[in-house]
């Protein structure tokens, strides 16, 4: 990907596909940090904003080894996923490319493998979080 945004089209409603995303995130043994209602928040404001919802969660060990190769892998981490919902009523996912945040932070080639397992690690949960 070009920008670095991958995003699939999910069969659940945001929220759903929020939920399943954070219990797929907890039964494969990573840490949530936190979880934001971005249409929530805009409502405490006054606004009105379609469905949106991100979780930010990792791996420590993974994490911590990228930030080792590259300090300023801290500014795409801890990992981040995005459910939200379009102006027709269909319901995405988008997260960043891991190989993109690689390629933006110039990570050396021994960080490679922990990108490729973040990347399949990520297409795993997507395909549940989102019911395809």
Do not use: C
């Not at 929020?18 to 606004?47: C, Q, W, Y």
């Not at 300023?72 to 995405?92: C, H, K, M, Q, T």
């Not at 891991?98 to 690690?121: F, N, Q, T």
């Amino acid at each position: 990907m070009e920008d670095g945004l991958v995003t699939i089209i999910s069969r659940r409603s945001a929220g759903d596909t929020m939920d399943a995303l954070v219990e797929a995130i907890v039964k494969a043994g990573m840490t949530v940090f936190a979880r934001i209602d971005h249409a929530a928040n805009a409502a405490s404001v006054g606004l009105s904003l379609r469905p949106t919802e991100l979780v930010m969660f990792g791996n420590p060990a993974n994490g911590s080894e990228l930030m080792l190769d590259e300090q300023s892998a801290g500014l795409d981490l801890p990992f981040r996923a995005l459910a939200w919902e379009d102006e027709n009523g269909e319901v995405w996912l988008s997260y960043n490319d891991p190989h993109w945040i690689g390629r933006r932070h110039e990570l050396d080639y021994k960080s490679h493998g922990v990108l490729a397992s973040i990347e399949s690690g990520m297409a795993a949960l997507a395909r549940w979080a989102t019911g395809t």
